[in-house]
Nanobody, 124 residues
Framework: QVQLVESGGGLVQAGGTLRLSCAAS????????MGWYRQAPGKQRELVAA???????NYADSVKGRFTISRDNAQNTVYLQMNSLKPEDTATYYC??????????????????WGQGTLVTVSS
């Protein structure tokens, strides 16, 4: 099994900064893709920023130039630095990972995992 533990959410004023962290733990063989999604009340979950398999990064247009995703492969951790926050960034942020787990029978198996979510509230 794999667990994703998120931290770093909170309340911040518009223009402020927050840094989210997501650490994966478990019987991990590799994590080819990992990133952040968010869901605001009454809206669908959307991609914020992610590392795709192969190492490229994808950002939502609404956060380009303000948010930066980074990762520490040795710690199986991904970060989201959020600058110049806006009230419309208010949402629950979820970490997502596409993981290959160590499997005693097959060697490894694929799993997609979500974190429990961390709330980011930006006041105007």
């Amino acid at each position: 099994q794999v667990q994703l533990v998120e931290s770093g959410g909170g309340l911040v004023q518009a223009g402020g900064t927050l840094r989210l962290s997501c650490a994966a733990s478990g019987n991990i063989f590799s994590i080819p893709a990992m990133g952040w999604y968010r869901q605001a009340p009454g809206k669908q979950r959307e991609l914020v920023a992610a590392f795709a398999s192969g190492g490229s990064t994808n950002y939502a247009d609404s956060v380009k130039g303000r948010f930066t995703i980074s990762r520490d492969n040795a710690q199986n951790t991904v970060y989201l630095q959020m600058n110049s926050l806006k009230p419309e960034d208010t949402a629950t942020y979820y970490c997502n990972a596409q993981v290959y787990l160590i499997d005693s029978a097959t060697g490894y198996r694929y799993s997609e995992v979500w974190g429990q979510g961390t709330l980011v509230t930006v006041s105007s």
